[in-house]
């Protein structure tokens, strides 16, 4: 947890960590807390590869400081152990008195461990070589966390395009937020029909998803408090989770952002978090964007649609139900769900001699210039 922005987040290089040291003897455990201590780490013991596995599995250690020549089971053993338990995998350092050969050390290391110091060692060498493994296994984590994040960004993007109508757009808003941020999320986006669409999306419940239409108010409430925003590639504003959560007796503070469109109607995101770091503003900045261009898409894909599917209906208007003795009857079927654009059509047309003159136009295209010109 960063405790500048109240958010999960990589910790800086300097960061004090929670270090187990493992080994048999008391007085080396002794020395070698002491040693990090005094640096400013938290230090947990244990004097048995058991309890060191057992501690792992209680606390959230950093790193661990690993004596090779353990009672119960040998330290290589235990680092394997370590390292392959995807709960685990903290980063090793081996301290040994003992196994000091380089055929231990070439062990140690191809058994998985970070760094292999021998006994009796410096306090600045062991100090600096905890430093130098918490921040490269820092630094890792970092940059996976991003690509994590990233990759959860492409995803709601992708669902965001492939919408196919506002109420699947305004639920991928939610979700996309709610994933990248890991807090409960609600989007509110205004349909063409003119009805303001709101889905809430809570990751940590099984049942958190709403989808539903609010109160125009709840979206111009928003764009309000917006100019009271802290700057920064989003603007963001304090909100109260209970005025945009679907039930009212849920309270606490939350975080909004409105982006509006090039329509200029505007569209919100509001998650239920205290604080964003930089990363996450800069996520949800782009998430937003990307979310008011599927809008703006969607919204002139479906005007279209309803214009060109007008016309097209217009050139297929049901027949009367009988002309010249012949009963008719007519079907339209589109190739696709969404090819029913194109200006395709039929006439039906008495000759006044008992003659019917059906006519039948299977126009090339889909578009609404297809339909027009049609």
């Given at each position: 947890m960063n405790a500048q922005t109240g958010e999960v987040g990589p910790l800086p290089d300097d960061a004090p960590a929670l270090v187990l040291v493992v080994d048999d003897t008391p007085a080396s455990r002794y020395i070698s807390s002491s040693w990090l201590r005094r640096n400013g780490h938290q230090v947990i013991e244990a004097g048995t590869g058991a309890e060191a596995l057992a501690t792992l599995a209680r606390w959230p250690v950093d790193l661990v400081v690993l004596d090779v020549g353990l009672p119960d089971m040998s330290g290589f053993d235990v680092c394997e152990r370590i390292k392959g338990d995807p709960l685990l995998a903290q980063p090793v350092i081996h301290l040994s008195a003992t196994s000091v050969r380089g055929e231990d050390r070439a062990q140690g290391l191809s058994r998985g461990a970070d760094a292999y110091l021998v006994e009796p060692v410096d306090p600045g060498e062991l100090l600096a070589t905890v430093n130098t493994v918490l921040r490269n296994y820092r630094a890792r984590a970092a940059a996976e966390g991003l690509a994590d994040r990233l990759a959860r960004l492409t995803t709601a993007t992708l669902a965001m395009n492939s919408a196919a109508d506002f109420e699947a757009l305004v639920l991928a808003i939610a979700t996309g937020a709610a994933t990248i941020v890991s807090s409960p999320a609600v989007a509110l986006v205004i349909s063409p029909d003119g009805h303001l669409?709101?889905?809430?999306?809570?990751?940590?419940?099984?049942?958190?998803?709403?989808?539903d239409t609010v109160p125009m108010r709840l979206l111009k409430d928003l764009t309000e408090s917006s100019a009271d925003g802290h700057g920064g590639p989003v603007r963001l504003s304090s909100a109260e989770w209970r005025l945009v959560?679907?039930?009212?007796?849920?309270?606490?503070?939350?975080l909004a952002a409105v982006f509006g469109s090039r329509g200029g109607q505007p569209l919100g995101i509001v998650l239920r978090t205290a604080a964003l770091g930089e990363e996450s503003r800069d996520l949800l900045a782009q998430l937003g964007h990307a979310a008011v261009?599927?809008?703006?898409?969607?919204?002139l894909y479906t005007e279209e649609h309803t214009l060109a599917l007008t016309l097209q209906r217009s050139f297929l208007t049901e027949p009367a139900g009988t002309i010249a003795d012949v009963e008719l009857g007519v079907r339209y079927v589109p190739a696709a769900r969404n090819a029913e654009i194109g200006g395709d059509f039929y006439e039906f047309i008495d000759l006044d001699d008992g003659r019917l003159l059906v006519?039948?136009?299977?126009?090339?295209?889909?578009?609404?210039?297809?339909?027009?010109?049609?």
């Open positions: 669409r709101r889905a809430m999306v809570d990751p940590h419940k099984a049942d958190g998803t709403v989808l959560a679907p039930q009212p007796e849920e309270d606490g503070g939350a261009l599927a809008t703006d898409s969607l919204r006519a039948i136009g299977d126009v090339a295209g889909h578009s609404i210039h297809a339909a027009t010109v049609m």
